[in-house]
T-cell receptor, first 110, second 114 residues
Framework: SQQGEEDPQALSIQEGENATMNCSYK?????LQWYRQNSGRGLVHLIL?????REKHSGRLRVTLDTSKKSSSLLITASRAADTASYFC??????????FGRGTSLIVHP | EAGVAQSPRYKIIEKRQSVAFWCNPI?????LYWYQQILGQGPKLLIQ????????DSQLPKDRFSAERLKGVDSTLKIQPAKLEDSAVYLC????????????FGQGTRLTVV
C-alpha cells in the first residue's frame, strides 16, 4: 500500500503564482522526499527533509514537515511553465524504502 | 556523471508472452530498486537489492515476476507470462544506500500488454 497521499490531485495556476501541495502519511517516518516527474526527464529528486527537521529551502522550493500532524507541504514560489509536472512525496520509515503517493499534477499556464 | 540506464524504452507484447527489462545503475551505487508505475498512480516498489542481495521483494508477484542483480551491478526484471494488468512503466532507480540516500531514476520502460 502507498504511504503518502498528496493533495490536491490536480492544480492549475498562472505563471508567477505560488503552488502549494500537501502530503499526508499514516505511520512514523525517518525522512520524507519530494520528487518531480515529467515526460521529458522522468522522476527527479527535489528535496529531502528528515524527521527532526521542520523546514527546508532549495531555490524556489520550500518544504515543511509536521510530524505531529503526519503531513508535509511543498511550496513552489514564482512558478514557471517549466514547473508543469507531477509531484510526488516519498516517505521512508524503518525499512528506508521510498514509498510514493499518487502525486499532484501541476499545470502552470504561461 | 552517467545516469541510470534502462532498456528498452518501449515494449508491446501480447498477453501470456514473456518480457525482460534491463537496468544499469550509476557506478558505485549499492542499492537498486525496481518500481512499477501504473498510469495515474505513484511508483510502487517491486524489489530492492543491496549489492546482489534482495532486501525487500514483498510486493513482487513472484508467480510471474522475477528479478536478479548479477555481480551487484546490472539488473534484469522479467515477466512471464504477462497479463493485461501488467501494462505500466517500469522504473529502475539506484542510490548509494544508507539513511535518506537520494534515489536516481532511469527514464523507465513503458510496457503495453495487448
Amino acid at each position: 500500500s502507498q504511504q503518502g497521499e498528496e493533495d490536491p490531485q490536480a492544480l492549475s495556476i498562472q505563471e508567477g503564482e505560488n503552488a502549494t501541495m500537501n502530503c499526508s502519511y499514516k505511520t512514523s517516518i525517518n525522512n520524507l522526499q519530494w520528487y518531480r516527474q515529467n515526460s521529458g526527464r522522468g522522476l527527479v529528486h527535489l528535496i529531502l527533509i528528515r524527521s527532526n527537521e521542520r523546514e527546508k529551502h532549495s531555490g524556489r522550493l520550500r518544504v515543511t514537515l509536521d510530524t505531529s500532524k503526519k503531513s508535509s507541504s511543498l511550496l513552489i514560489t514564482a512558478s514557471r511553465a517549466a514547473d508543469t509536472a507531477s509531484y510526488f512525496c516519498a516517505t521512508e520509515g524503518g525499512s528506508y524504502i521510498p514509498t510514493f503517493g499518487r502525486g499532484t499534477s501541476l499545470i502552470v499556464h504561461p | 556523471e552517467a545516469g541510470v540506464a534502462q532498456s528498452p524504452r518501449y515494449k508491446i507484447i501480447e498477453k501470456r508472452q514473456s518480457v525482460a527489462f534491463w537496468c544499469n545503475p550509476i557506478s558505485g551505487h549499492a542499492t537498486l530498486y525496481w518500481y512499477q508505475q501504473i498510469l495515474g498512480q505513484g511508483p510502487k516498489l517491486l524489489i530492492q537489492f543491496q549489492n546482489n542481495g534482495v532486501v525487500d521483494d514483498s510486493q513482487l508477484p513472484k508467480d510471474r515476476f522475477s528479478a536478479e542483480r548479477l555481480k551487484g551491478v546490472d539488473s534484469t526484471l522479467k515477466i512471464q507470462p504477462a497479463k493485461l494488468e501488467d501494462s505500466a512503466v517500469y522504473l529502475c532507480a539506484s542510490s548509494l544506500g544508507g539513511v535518506g540516500s537520494e534515489a536516481f531514476f532511469g527514464q523507465g520502460t513503458r510496457l503495453t500488454v495487448v
